[in-house]
């Protein structure tokens, strides 16, 4: 990671008071003139960095200051734009600088564009101010007189300043950047939004970075104060959205979403076309319903809000969508409280390339009596938006950055757009100021859970809880969130509507759900009657213990079981919005004699009574009325004083009343293991079986992983948050527990659009949530994926309990049915079969070789196989591991047989991981899994012989001896 070198903490300290300057023809305000100041001296020193400033804070005049601080430090300026729009914009700013537009100007503009009224320059980088488009440099990278020019640019000290610069980080425009960057120029950034799910940045090419070496800062505040620009009221509208669709809709267009991103498209992407998929042409009759009920749903949106705007905007997701949409509206009528009360509205649909007029419920031309059919320009519709001659603009992605149209005072998000940028970008559309309609705020509608998500990692990073929220927001300098913190805190009905809609969602998410969680009593059980059922006593706070001794005549001891209940409630292992049909009681039993351990997990305390009475612990009465002895009392005060992580959880500690429960709690806390660990442990799998819908799953269990996670129902999900408490209490009342590694367990998905009540399931503890959102993580992560499943250490679950299947998939194994396992259960026999005595506690195992057959290995060439059974099957496992290289990796194998030559060994232990064999066999394709089989069951079957052969020579030796005796 790059130093940070010019971090906001460094930015300049100068008085806003001291901060006085005129641009042009306009006064700038104290920011501006700050941030002007800052931008004058990073071009002095031709130094390279970042200035943030909000939507709406005039960044135009802050370009016009640049270029003017740059022709009188005599650098040359190249200004770029993502499109032509933006850039006559700024270029209508420069005019009004003297300075600026006395100088010698070209531009880097499509052929058909014309800037200004007077005779273009065009295409020369040997001007003094250059503006330009970024695609008008792209495209000309393969001219070697524009890169020589680059060349020249560079080494006269010239500056890039980059408006909008979270839009010019494409690999082209990186190679322009890099040629000035390596000619001595230097890079600066204007943006109101720094970031790209991407990761990547404009400023890589001069050596800096936006979020490290930031120039200076406009905050959200400062802007606000000026009455530049007004506050956003949010109008979160998804549930209403839904409700207008139903949940079959909802659930379908969640899945379409979820189908984009199988096909390795980024979140961006998926979240961009959520919608679109139901509006293509050739769509489905079923596809067109849903379309229909979208666009159903986002004109009744409109309508209810319709009355108090001036203008609105809705950003759609693709061009097929805004066009229904936009003809739909057309038909509608104003609400009564609307100025033009029973009118049509004046709608204008706009994209790249096409824009269309509606009024009065027909389509025109822009001016009415022109013809239809006729091509509007962009900068011709927003001159009549400004004019009033509007209601409502629809588009795609055609009115974001640079687009002023200060009337907009009600924005409607008609998408499921998961980034941040965007969002901002398009909210940003609405937050200029407009004094002569005495604008005091917009209205920022969503409808697809756009800020429920932003606003979920913005908060998790103000609560300084990262893992929950996205690696995007994560990476945010602390100045750039601190922008989204004032954003959000100016609506102060904003959090009640975000908790408002995470429970519809909780809501919606349990519908269906008809599982059951709990363990069933079995009419056979033998339980006895009521009056030998056990009594649990109170022993902490969310726990209660019972027990029983017993004398074991053979023994001549007495030996203990004790039944350890947890209120999973009052424990706090369940939140206080859990559904309220979860099971409540989580019992764990120990019987001292035998070691055996049992959990259950019951809706009820009689039937956890009954179950502990199942496996023996019953109520014996006249234990139950004697009372604990002054030497038990002591001795258990010894216990609590000698157990200090334990003593946390024992809050109010009830003191033993009987024999029964003396006896009890001495056995929880007087074995030094921790037997209150470990039957907390014990009830955790239980707890975690029941949770995935798992069977055997190990105490060490490191990571359960989430498919479909927004399908999870709250059941199961309260019970994964259950789980994860509970293993978090487990670590920190035995720390040692599986080799120092008791807390090493996470939570992960492939899913990066995954809502925050999932990742909810972490809080409060120090386990982490993991999201693999790109296919290079995913990579990286699929062999220790697949040894984890192998070692059942890691789990899958979906909304209806395991998946294997699919998380077989994202493993690499390349069969999945019946056969496939049937074919890794004989390898795994095989490998058995060959090994050396049982496995090591690390699931290793030895295969033993002779000198011939190690020597017979180190002499392979690849590609030729060996003669032998023994060496073939070694080698073949020695590649298995190699991967895909065609040869053994210089592994531990290697190395050993390296070691045994000059030695003269005549016997060499060759070791070997199981899971790891297990999973690199599982991803092998068919065929090379047969070969491998079959060379192994050879083998095993040649050391089954060659033992039989060894031993009966071993029992027939002395014979021959004792005759000759």
Not at 389 to 399: C, G
Not at 496 to 512: N, P
Request: neutral net charge.
């Amino acid at each position: 990671m790059r130093p940070i070198t010019n971090s906001a903490d460094a930015l300049p300290q100068t008085s806003v008071s001291e901060l006085s300057r005129r641009i042009g023809d306009k006064q700038a305000e104290p920011y501006q003139a700050r941030i002007a100041t800052s931008v004058r001296e990073a071009i002095r020193r031709g130094r390279s960095g970042a200035v943030l400033a909000p939507t709406g804070s005039g960044k135009s005049l802050l370009a016009a200051g640049a270029a003017e601080d740059a022709i009188n430090l005599g650098k040359p300026i190249l200004v770029l734009h993502p499109d032509v729009s933006l850039l006559r914009q700024n270029y209508a700013q420069f005019q009004s600088v003297p300075a600026v537009k006395g100088a010698q100007t070209a531009f880097y503009v499509a052929k058909n564009e014309v800037i200004g009224d007077g005779p273009m320059v065009r295409n020369s980088l040997d001007a003094d101010v250059i503006p330009a488009t970024n695609m008008s440099l792209v495209n000309k990278l393969d001219d070697e007189e524009f890169l020589s020019s680059l060349d020249r640019f560079g080494k006269r000290g010239g500056v890039v300043l980059i408006d909008e610069g979270h839009k010019a980080a494409a690999d082209e425009l990186a190679n322009v950047l890099s040629r000035v960057a390596h000619a001595g120029g230097s890079g600066i950034v204007l943006t109101a939004t720094p970031f790209r799910t991407d990761g990547k940045d404009p400023l890589d090419a001069f050596g800096a970075s936006i979020e490290h070496d930031l120039i200076d800062v406009a905050t959200y505040d400062e802007v606000l104060a000026t009455g530049r620009t007004v506050p956003t009221k949010f109008d979160i509208a998804t549930g209403e959205f839904e409700a207008h669709l139903g949940t079959d809709a909802v659930r379908l267009i969640e899945s379409a979403f979820l189908a984009l991103l199988a096909e390795n498209k980024s979140v961006d992407q998926a979240s961009q076309q959520a919608f679109s998929r139901f509006f293509k042409e050739g769509a489905s009759e079923g596809d067109k319903a849903i379309a229909a009920l979208i666009v159903a749903a986002v004109t009744r949106i409109w309508a209810k809000r319709a009355a108090k705007a001036a203008l609105a905007m809705i950003h759609c997701d693709s061009v097929e969508f805004a066009r229904e949409l936009s003809g739909s509206i057309a038909q509608e009528s104003l609400p009564a409280e609307h100025p033009r009360a029973g009118e049509k509205p004046r709608v204008a649909f706009v994209v790249a390339g096409e824009i269309r007029v509606w009024r009065n419920g027909a389509e025109e031309g822009l001016k009415g009596s022109e013809p239809i059919g006729r091509k509007i320009k962009r900068d011709d519709l927003l001159d009549a938006a400004r004019a009033g001659s509007f209601d409502i603009l629809v588009n795609v992605n055609a009115l974001g950055v640079g687009t002023d149209v200060p009337q907009t005072d009600l924005n409607i998000l008609a998408c499921q757009e998961r980034s941040i940028g965007p969002v901002k970008q398009i909210s940003g559309r609405g937050e200029r100021a407009h004094k002569a309609s005495g604008k005091t705020h917009q209205v920022f509608v969503d409808v697809g859970n756009s800020i429920l998500r932003i606003f979920s990692d913005i908060d998790a990073m103000r609560r300084n809880d990262p893992e929950r929220c996205r690696r995007q927001v994560r990476a945010l300098a602390a100045p750039i969130r601190e922008q989204f913190e004032a954003w959000f805190d100016k609506d102060p009905s904003l959090r009640e509507q975000i908790e408002e809609r995470q429970r519809q969602i909780r809501l919606r998410m349990g519908e269906g759900d008809g599982e059951q969680y709990d363990d069933p009593l079995d009419p056979t059980m033998e339980i006895g009657n009521e009056d030998t059922l056990p009594v649990p006593k109170p022993f902490a706070a969310g726990l209660m213990v019972t027990g029983m001794r017993r004398y074991d005549s053979e023994t001549k001891k007495f030996s203990s079981r004790v039944a350890l209940f947890c209120d999973l409630q009052e424990f706090g292992l369940y939140d206080k919005d859990a559904a309220p049909d979860l099971p409540r009681w989580l019992v764990a039993t120990h019987d001292e004699r035998t070691g055996a351990q049992q959990a259950f997990l019951c809706k009820t305390q009689d039937v956890a009574r009954k179950y502990v009475a199942f496996v023996g612990i019953r109520h014996d009465g006249d234990y139950e009325s004697a009372n604990p002895t002054d030497k038990q009392r002591k001795f258990l005060r010894s216990l609590q004083q000698a157990q200090p992580l334990a003593l946390p959880w024992l809050t109010d500690f009830a003191h033993p009343s009987s024999a029964t429960h003396m006896s009890a709690a001495i056995d929880l806390l007087k074995d030094r293991a921790g037997l209150l660990a470990r039957l907390l442990n014990v009830a955790a799998v239980r707890l975690v079986e029941r949770a995935t819908g798992s069977h055997s799953l190990q105490p060490d269990l490191r990571s359960i992983v989430l498919d479909r996670p927004n399908q999870l129902t709250p059941q199961r999900r309260d019970l994964l948050a259950a789980y994860c408490r509970l293993r978090q209490r487990f670590a920190d009342l035995y720390p040692y527990a599986f080799g120092g590694k008791a807390s090493a367990f996470s939570i992960t998905t492939f899913d990066p659009s995954v809502l925050p009540e999932i990742k909810g399931i972490v809080a409060n503890t120090s386990i982490r949530f993991f999201i693999i959102d790109n296919a290079e993580k995913e990579e990286q992560l699929r062999p220790s994926l697949a040894e984890g499943l192998i070692k059942s250490s890691i789990v899958a679950v979906g909304p209806k309990g395991p998946t294997e299947q699919w998380i077989r998939q994202k493993a690499g194994f390349g069969r999945h049915d019946e056969a496939a396992r049937a074919r890794e259960q004989i390898f795994r026999q095989a490998l058995h079969d060959l090994a050396d005595g049982s496995l090591t506690r690390d699931q290793s195992l030895n295969i033993t070789l002779s000198r011939t057959e190690y020597l017979e290995i180190a002499a392979a060439t690849p590609g030729k196989e060996l003669v032998r059974a023994m060496p073939s099957a070694v080698m073949n496992l020695m590649l298995l591991i190699g991967g895909e290289s065609g040869a053994p990796l210089p592994e531990e194998q290697v190395s050993l047989i390296q070691e045994a030559i000059p030695a003269n060994r005549t016997e060499l232990a060759i070791p070997f991981s199981l899971p790891r064999l297990c999973a690199r066999y599982a991803q092998q394709p068919v065929p090379a899994q047969k070969k491998v089989l079959k060379d192994l069951e050879k083998a095993a079957t040649f050391k089954k012989n060659r033992d039989a052969y060894l031993i009966s020579q071993t029992n027939v030796v002395p014979q021959d001896r004792r005759v000759r005796a």
